[in-house]
């Protein structure tokens, strides 16, 4: 079964970047869709990015255009998501998702992470 471990989370000031990884184990994360996600306390879990395994087409939430890039490395197993500009409000658990549709919807998606913590405060 596929598992999914996302790390490179951490406290960041307003403006920095951060890298986060999804290594993936037990399957080739190349033959899924994947997706990434984030919670803040309280509030909805909300699409963020996510990258085809079709056509490497990439979208993104309305919040992140121009500011994260979602990319995978076939070789190493692992898809990331470059976080630039980084504002307050991005902070949240970020997950990343395994699944058959490149959608930013949480429910398409059949395997998940356990989550990184991202904080961004000064």
């Known amino acids: 079964q596929l598992q999914l471990v996302e790390s490179g989370g951490g406290l960041v000031q307003p403006g920095g970047s951060l890298r986060l990884s999804c290594a993936a184990s037990?399957?080739?994360?190349?033959?899924?869709?994947i997706g990434w996600f984030r919670q803040a306390p309280g509030k909805e879990r909300e699409g963020v990015s996510c990258?085809?395994?079709?056509?490497?087409?990439?979208y993104y939430g309305i919040s992140v255009k121009g500011r994260f890039t979602i990319s995978r490395d076939s070789a190493k197993n692992t898809v990331y998501l470059q976080m630039n500009s980084l504002k307050p409000e991005d902070t949240a658990v970020y997950y990343c998702a395994a699944g058959p549709l490149a959608l930013l919807l949480p429910n398409t998606y059949t395997y998940w992470g356990q989550g990184t913590q991202v904080t961004v405060s000064s």
């Open positions: 037990g399957g080739t994360l190349a033959s899924y869709d």
């Open positions: 990258i085809s395994s079709t056509n490497g087409r990439t």
